[in-house]
């Protein structure tokens, strides 16, 4: 049997529709939200990434802020970019594109942002509101994996969920959002250096990889009717010299997942989704 897939492509588009009309109202009470992207250097995923979220906001009414800087910049010429942007009014919210290049010290960049104004819910004190199951913004791929598999029916209460990865964007979040007492489920954080992999993951109701790992996730590693959801995401160049998207889940495991996340089409929709919901909430409550 075939898994049921998690299509965050037209949950994405659910989501866009709904926030579209409360983009709507703001307009009418004077409240134009604002996101605002600051990106270094040449990446050309991240370059992509943030296309999409303009393009996204010129969709649903929010106003557009770009600050790109090249992959050479001084660490205080972004200070002063994330300065700007704290004292802007028309930027409700902004994000910095990650990664940076590695001469930037990202952590201390998201730490200058302010925090009523990080739209991505990745700095320290919106990290520690979700630590203490208080209301702020959520990292924008955690919050979107909860939505997908909540609209779509997957038991998440009481679930023994497997997360292998610990990044700050995806998987460490990730498991901090689950185990709130909202979601309610038990959570194991694994990743690549996790020893007898397998025998966490085939205990899983649930399991997310988030590795950077292609194919690391095989079918003999998950229990039939799991739930898997694919956040890693590789490029790879094929024997045709065309690049494409891989994710760390192996194509076989949809034959035997009761539910599938997909590399593309599953939990990277959905983060686009979720950083327009965080932008629109935040104008919301300053409102
Ligand atoms: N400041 C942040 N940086 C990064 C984040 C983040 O949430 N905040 N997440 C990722 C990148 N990212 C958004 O920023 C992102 C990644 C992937 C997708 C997506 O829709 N992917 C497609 C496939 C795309 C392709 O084929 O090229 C899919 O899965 O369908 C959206 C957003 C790291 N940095």
Redesign the pocket.
């Known amino acids: 049997m075939s898994a049921t897939i998690l299509d ?2 037209a949950t994405a588009a659910a989501i866009k529709d709904e926030l579209r009309s409360r983009v709507k109202a703001l307009a009418e009470r004077g409240i134009v939200p604002g996101l605002g992207t600051v990106l270094v250097g040449d990446d050309p ?2 370059h ?2 943030v296309a ?2 303009h393009r996204d906001c010129a969709e649903l009414g929010i106003a557009s802020i770009q600050r790109e800087l090249p992959a050479d910049v001084s660490p205080a010429e972004v200070d002063r970019v994330v300065d700007e942007l704290n004292a802007d009014p028309a930027c409700t919210g902004y ?5 940076l290049p590695k001469h930037i010290d990202e952590q201390r960049v998201l730490e200058r942002m302010l925090p009523e104004k990080d739209a ?1 819910g ?1 700095h320290p004190v919106n990290l520690g509101r979700l630590v203490l199951q208080k209301p702020g913004a959520l ?3 955690p919050r979107g994996i909860v939505e997908l598999l909540t609209r779509f029916g997957v038991p998440i209460a009481g679930a023994e969920v497997v997360v292998i990865g610990r990044g700050i ?1 995806a998987g460490r979040p990730l498991g901090l959002l689950l185990t709130r007492r909202s979601e309610n489920a038990t959570v194991t954080s694994c990743h690549t250096g996790t020893r007898d992999l397998v025998a966490h993951t085939r205990r899983a109701d649930i399991v997310v990889v988030a590795a950077g790992v292609p194919g690391l996730l095989t079918t003999d590693m998950i229990r039939p009717g799991a739930a898997v959801v694919d956040v890693g ?1 590789t490029r790879v160049v094929g024997a045709d010299g065309k690049g494409r ?1 891989v994710g760390d889940v192996d194509p076989g495991v949809r034959e035997v997942a009761g539910w599938l996340a997909p ?7 959905m ?2 989704a979720m ?1 327009l919901a965080n932008v629109v909430e935040a104008a919301e409550r300053s409102a």
């Open positions: 965050g492509k995923a991240s992509i990434y999409g979220k994000i910095v594109q990650l990664p991505d990745l990292p924008c791929t964007t995401s998207m590399i593309p089409g599953g939990a990277g929709p983060t686009r950083l």
